[in-house]
């Protein structure tokens, strides 16, 4: 079984690559991957086209078993630019223990210590994070991130829509069956949680409809709410979502954050 399945890989921002109308599938790690130089903020990587490709993981895998990695059905960073649109990405889920690997989980799309990507027009399904921005002390901050136009269901745990960073858009998504929050403005990553924009969303069955963190950010205007049990909820944690999480969860770790493929060059 592949570790990754399509990979790109740049130390320089010369590089444009068009990954597109690809079915992914079998992979022990992650799907799709774009990563830059990863030398710390400011790194260079290439810059990525990611489209049209149905993408899909092992659903729920477990580090106990031969494959068992916290999947992620499509990554950029490190570095890497560019566009992640028009993709159905699914069934990426890790149940592993987290008492000895305690910051891991798994992500339908995850923009990691890379600025300034767009995600549009993606359908994510089956994750316990679908869509997330992480900002690393180390690697650098994935702040500017668009997010908009995208349908994120049926998320496991964690939010639909995780910015664990600065100055994102999150717009016009369509959002349902979350277990914790709909959309997170998450300051967990070290100076992140502040100037990001929520507008325009619609979000039906979620913990919380957006969780607010602690950081300084526009009032969450205007959203359209169903069958959620707070519109909007002050902190990083919703109670009843932290109260039904099962073993192995965020009842253990305070904060699991999607695990990524780290480059091999740096």
């Not at 490709?53 to 659903?59: D, F, H, K």
Request: net charge negative; glycine share 12%.
């Amino acid at each position: 079984m592949p570790e990754r399945v399509g990979h790109v890989e740049s130390l320089t921002s010369s590089n444009s690559v068009t990954v597109s109308n690809n079915s992914v599938r079998a992979y022990q790690k992650n799907g799709i991957t774009a990563t830059g130089a990863a030398t710390g903020p400011g790194s260079l990587g290439p810059a990525i086209t990611i489209s049209g490709n149905y993408i899909v993981g092992l659903a729920a895998t477990s580090m106990n078993w031969p494959g068992g990695a916290a999947e992620n059905g499509v990554q950029v960073g490190f570095g890497a630019t560019g566009t992640v649109s028009g993709n159905t990405v699914n069934d990426n889920i890790w149940f592993g223990d987290n008492s000895s690997q305690p910051y891991n989980a798994a992500s339908g799309i995850l923009v990691y210590a890379s600025s300034g990507i767009y995600v549009t027009g993606n359908s994510v399904g089956s994750a316990q994070f679908g869509i997330t921005t992480d900002t690393d002390p180390n690697y650098g901050p994935a702040d500017f991130t668009t997010i908009t136009t995208n349908k994120v269901s049926g998320t496991q745990i964690f939010d639909a829509i995780d910015v664990c960073s600065n100055s994102n858009t999150v717009k016009s998504n369509i959002i349902y069956g979350s277990t914790e929050a709909g959309v997170h403005m998450d300051d967990t990553c070290g100076g992140t949680g502040n100037g990001n924009t929520v507008t325009n969303n619609t979000i039906n069955e979620a913990c919380a409809g957006i969780l607010l963190g602690t950081g300084t950010n526009p009032t969450p205007v205007p959203n359209t709410y169903f069958n959620v049990t707070k519109t909007t909820l002050a902190g990083d944690v919703c109670p009843v979502a932290a109260a039904t999480a099962v073993k192995g969860t965020k009842t253990q770790q305070a904060s699991p954050r999607p695990s990524p493929y780290k480059p091999t060059r740096k």
